[in-house]
């Protein structure tokens, strides 16, 4: 009782009021057997504090390391051998499209140096695959249309010559691309690209001008024919094996000029025929059939 009353009077406030009372023992007690923290244990002093870092700390100054960067992408993520492939196919790549755009270059740019010096390695390089047809642009710019004509000369059952009218190819290739979503390169343009090759590589009067006339007239000539060998006769058979010659036109229409302009346009159409072809075996698609006039020889 006496200690009790001695610190009842020690805690005493100079102005006699008691101040609070201290919780209740059992919350004490609780208090004082909850677990200390790791800070405040007292066999580890030095042990680390786990609390998060302060907002606005710099990371990484607790915790674990980062660690080390990942592995390498792309190239440096393959083994060697697979690297050195991949290089080499880079650079193979690099090379040949180098070498093609100068190619190009030296195919569409003005006559020069170069150009008359190793001219023939261009063309050998650009044409057929690659030819360029600039035509969209001033100074000559596509202001008509043209379309492609054929007519064969047929051979008889009874051995005379029968000639077939004309025959509008281009007309097929725009049947078959309109309402095509994806029409092929040969609808598009192997008609137009091969009668092109043709009209550049002759004069006005069919003669050629240089060494690639003659197989301008074999291109243009056997793909004609691929068309004929695909057309039927009267008679239900195909026109190819009874070809015996044929000739090409091309028909230039000028394309009208706009309702509302003064210009004045020519509507009639001009013509340029092409001179008789005569077909040889070369020019027929693989197994094409001969026909009754050559079976009965």
Not at 35 to 59: C, L, Q, V, Y
Not at 92 to 102: E, M, N, P, Q, R
Not at 122 to 146: C, M, T
Request: hydrophobic content about 35%.
């Amino acid at each position: 009782m006496d200690a009790y009353v001695e610190k009842d009077a020690v805690e005493m406030s100079d102005d006699g009021r008691r101040p609070p009372e201290d919780p209740p023992a059992h919350g004490r007690d609780h208090l004082e057997e909850s677990p200390a923290t790791p800070s405040e244990s007292p066999d580890r002093p030095d042990a680390p504090s786990e609390a998060p870092d302060a907002p606005g700390a710099p990371s990484g100054t607790t915790g674990a390391p980062s660690g080390t960067e990942g592995a390498g992408a792309g190239i440096m993520a393959l083994s060697l051998p697979y690297q050195v492939v991949a290089a080499v196919a880079l650079a193979v790549v690099g090379v040949f499209a180098c070498v093609h755009l100068a190619m190009v270059f030296l195919h569409v740019a003005p006559s020069n140096t170069l150009t008359k010096r190793h001219g023939e390695a261009v063309s050998d390089w650009i044409y057929p695959e690659f030819e360029q047809n600039w035509k969209l642009f001033a100074p000559n710019p596509l202001q008509a249309n043209i379309s492609v004509e054929v007519r064969a000369e047929l051979a008889g059952a009874d051995g005379g010559r029968r000639t077939t009218g004309w025959i509008d190819l281009t007309a097929q290739d725009i049947e078959a691309i309109r309402h095509n979503p994806m029409p092929s390169h040969a609808q598009q343009n192997q008609l137009r690209r091969a009668v092109d090759f043709y009209l550049n590589t002759h004069d006005d009067d069919n003669r050629s001008n240089g060494s690639r006339g003659s197989f301008s007239e074999q291109y243009i000539r056997r793909i004609a024919m691929f068309r004929l060998e695909a057309l039927e006769g009267p008679d239900g058979r195909t026109l190819g094996p009874d070809v015996r010659r044929i000739q090409l036109r091309t028909v230039s229409r000028t394309v009208p000029a706009a309702r509302w302009s003064t210009e004045r346009t020519r509507t009639t159409p001009s013509y340029r025929d092409l001179p008789w072809w005569t077909i040889t075996e070369a020019d027929r698609s693989a197994g094409a059939v001969t026909s009754r006039t050559e079976a009965g020889r």
